[in-house]
């Protein structure tokens, strides 16, 4: 589990004291995050109104500069909510994994004015850590 989708492992792992392994890049690994409402509403927008002539078009998808953060900003991010993560720290990084992962937007952005991320991180996070401690 804690491979992939790190934040709402991460989450977990504060919300109920389990242990959480930083891999590598001493815990500066930074990713994007985006909201499955956000995720829909591009949908259904691209549902909608479909680029005339251009099926198949291909976008890059995710929460974009303004979403991202490392994990160690997110452990900081959830200390200063009250969660204390307990994490110990491996030196070697995961294979195939990458230092820094942040989605362009600018194609999605200029083909779907009207679209705009409605969840920021802040946002995002709570929404996680309240449904993990409902249960």
């Not at 499955?36 to 976008?59: C, H, T």
């Not at 979403?67 to 200390?79: G, K, Q, V």
């Not at 995961?94 to 004015?113: A, F, M, N, P, Q």
């Amino acid at each position: 589990m804690e491979l992939h989708g790190y934040l709402a492992c991460i989450v977990l792992c504060a919300v109920t004291g389990r242990p959480y392994t930083i891999h590598g890049y001493k815990g500066k690994q930074v990713r994007d995050q985006i909201h499955s409402n956000d995720v829909a509403a591009l949908f259904l927008q691209f549902y909608e109104k479909p680029r005339p002539g251009r099926p198949g078009e291909v976008y890059n998808l995710g929460g974009g500069r303004a979403n991202s953060m490392s994990i160690l900003e997110t452990i900081d991010h959830l200390a200063a909510m009250g969660l204390t993560l307990q994490h110990s720290y491996k030196d070697q990084n995961r294979k195939g994994d990458h230092i820094c992962y942040i989605s362009d937007l600018t194609k999605v952005r200029e083909h779907y004015t009207e679209w705009k991320l409605a969840y920021g991180l802040p946002r995002i996070i709570d929404e996680i850590v309240q449904t993990k401690l409902r249960g």
